[in-house]
Nanobody, 113 residues
Framework: VQLVESGGDLVQPGGSLRLSCVAS????????MQWYRRPPGKERELVAT????????AYVDSVQGRFTISRDNAKNTVYLQMNSLKTEDTAMYYC???????WGQGTQVTVSS
């Protein structure tokens, strides 16, 4: 079971990024997928969740309306589209396969002018 994230970068406030997480070694389409983040010096927090049905999504209040989680089961990939980025979005972002208690290695997002 493996998750590999990509897409993190340095971006200016107000900018956008799309994170990707490619899964392998398990039945992706049946798995609840989540994105977490750990800001510098802070605890890890849940950012977004998507169920096996793509319309079943949830977000932490701080990203509601700015971030969109989606999945492509044909590509075994979950995405996190991040718009209107703020400095407080700076963090290491991780994807998580909840049914398998499996984490990716993380991808760094830095929002700074």
């Amino acid at each position: 079971v493996q998750l590999v994230e990509s897409g993190g970068d340095l971006v200016q406030p107000g900018g956008s990024l799309r994170l990707s997480c490619v899964a392998s070694g398990f039945t992706f389409s049946n798995t609840v997928m989540q994105w977490y983040r750990r800001p510098p010096g802070k605890e890890r927090e849940l950012v977004a969740t998507i169920g096996s049905f793509a319309f079943d999504v949830a977000y932490v209040d701080s990203v509601q309306g700015r971030f969109t989680i989606s999945r492509d089961n044909a590509k075994n990939t979950v995405y996190l589209q991040m718009n209107s980025l703020k400095t407080e979005d700076t963090a290491m972002y991780y994807c998580y396969a909840r049914n398998y208690n499996t984490w990716g290695q993380g991808t760094q997002v830095t929002v700074s002018s």
